[in-house]
């Protein structure tokens, strides 16, 4: 474990599951990216993300400890954290309502708690905590969870698994993008998909993501089945993988879960071997959040090439058409790659003689240029000065504001307030 003296900082990547999380972590001065492991010289990086409380007293317990105490029947377990958070019914134990935000604070306070032996808490400089998906409900919990931490963290930030993915592969050799790469997450009775691909047309590079989610029989069904259940596995998933991987070139290939075990990966990974580089893990998302709040602090030329556009990125570059001393120019005002959730923009300008504002989008996925002009009617005068602000109403819909702002002395602002909708693809 990389272990940080004086006034050293942490980047630190929680990947926080339905089931489990783990915690990677790195210097801000950009060293190695490690992984907490419950057992010290050991891979065991998952954490189970449970509760346990001890009956008739306010103690807790955490991750395996919770689930040895609740074994031993000396403890009331609670799981599925994430989700009854979500849900945000009241969890009733020994006759009392608790808070399943706060206890899912707690639980993240009792884990982070591991990095003590790197750094503590207190160290922690920034904080980038990736999902399976991130939407609207999991972020207004992990909101509140920031909150209810009350860490001093410099910055905390949010990504879907597949954001971690990205970060994770374009910080490694370039041959193992150069081509697609796959990646199967093995959850439960569910298998999950995520293929990346980048068009080398574009610059910087343009990389997407698909994901797909299909059943898959989990290792729990195949218990006393032995050699059956382990061929029917195998067989199972090979069919999958060549169904996934289809005739084009695939350069890398990612295993992520606990119940993928070379005891029933015999044919699958002999195809899954040829020719392509095949790696065996559980800690990629957590490592992949981390890089990718490392290259907030410290970019890195190589991950600059590039730019992700899933599925809550914005699409299109946009900005407007002005003239900045006599000379026709462009003024870029939102980045393709942003969160388009958090995606805004503002700037002040004047018009002369027109009443007419130009707003330019550049699709990176299709590569077309489009031009919106936009009239501001009734405006009085020769002269005056505007402010414009921008935000994303969806993934594909911009939303403009335009306020008079006046001309000083000479033309005082009529406060008129012109809006507009405008398709972004």
């Known amino acids: 474990m990389l272990k940080l003296g004086g006034s050293q900082k942490l ?24 992984t907490v492991s419950l057992v010290a010289g050991d891979e065991s990086f998952c954490i189970p993300t449970v509760l346990c409380k001890r009956p008739g007293m306010n ?8 689930l040895q105490h609740e074994a031993e029947e000396q403890g009331i377990l609670i799981d599925n954290l994430l989700q009854r958070a979500i849900d945000a019914e009241p969890i009733r134990i020994e006759g009392t309502d608790y808070d399943p935000v706060s206890l899912l604070a707690l639980f993240f306070k009792r884990s982070l708690g591991m990095l003590s032996a ?46 971690s993915y990205y970060d994770y592969l374009v ?40 994901r797909e989610e299909e059943e898959f029989p989990s290792r729990q069904s195949m218990s006393g089945k032995e050699d059956m259940g382990n061929q029917l596995l195998d067989l199972t998933f090979l069919e999958m993988v060549k169904e996934k991987l289809g005739q084009g070139r695939i350069a890398s290939v990612y295993l992520i879960g606990d119940d993928f075990s070379e005891d029933w990966l015999k ?26 709040m490392l290259e907030y602090y410290k970019p890195s030329e190589q991950a600059s090439n590039f730019v ?33 959730k958090s995606a805004q923009a503002s700037v002040e300008f004047y018009l ?4 007419t504002v130009e707003l330019v989008s550049t699709s990176l996925v299709g590569g077309g240029k489009t031009t919106d002009p936009v009239t501001l009617e009734g405006l009085s005068g020769d002269i005056a000065r505007i402010r414009m602000t921008l935000c994303m109403k969806g993934e594909n819909l911009l939303h403009a504001e335009f306020t008079d702002l006046g001309f000083g002395e000479f033309r005082p602002a009529e406060n008129r307030i012109w809006e507009k909708d405008f398709r972004v693809d």
Request: glycine residues 8%.
């Open 352 to 355: 002369r003689g027109d009443q």
């Open 59 to 66: 103690q807790w317990y955490y991750g395996k400890e919770a």
């Open 267 to 292: 044919s699958s990974l002999k195809f899954l071997c040829d020719r392509r580089r095949i790696f065996l893990g559980n800690n990629l998302f957590s490592k992949g959040a981390c890089l990718g």
């Open 171 to 210: 910080h490694q050799p370039g041959d193992l993008y150069k081509e697609p790469s796959i990646l199967f997450h093995y959850w439960q009775d569910r298998m999950i998909c995520y293929r990346m691909e980048c068009n080398r047309k574009t610059k910087p590079v343009v990389t997407f993501i698909h």
């Open 118 to 163: 790197a750094a503590g808490t207190d160290k922690i400089e920034a904080l980038m905590i990736t999902c399976d998906r991130m939407d609207n409900m999991v972020t207004a919990v992990l909101d509140k969870v920031a909150q209810t931490l009350r860490l001093k963290a410099d910055r905390i930030s949010y990504q879907s698994h597949q954001e």
């Open 11 to 34: 980047i630190v990547g929680y990947d926080l599951g339905w089931d489990y999380a783990q915690i990677s972590y790195c210097s801000a001065s950009g060293s190695p990216v490690e």
């Open 308 to 340: 992700f556009l899933g599925e809550d990125k914005l699409k299109s570059n946009i900005g407007m058409n002005a003239y900045r001393q006599g000379d026709s120019t462009y003024v870029a005002l939102l980045d393709a790659g942003t969160d388009w």
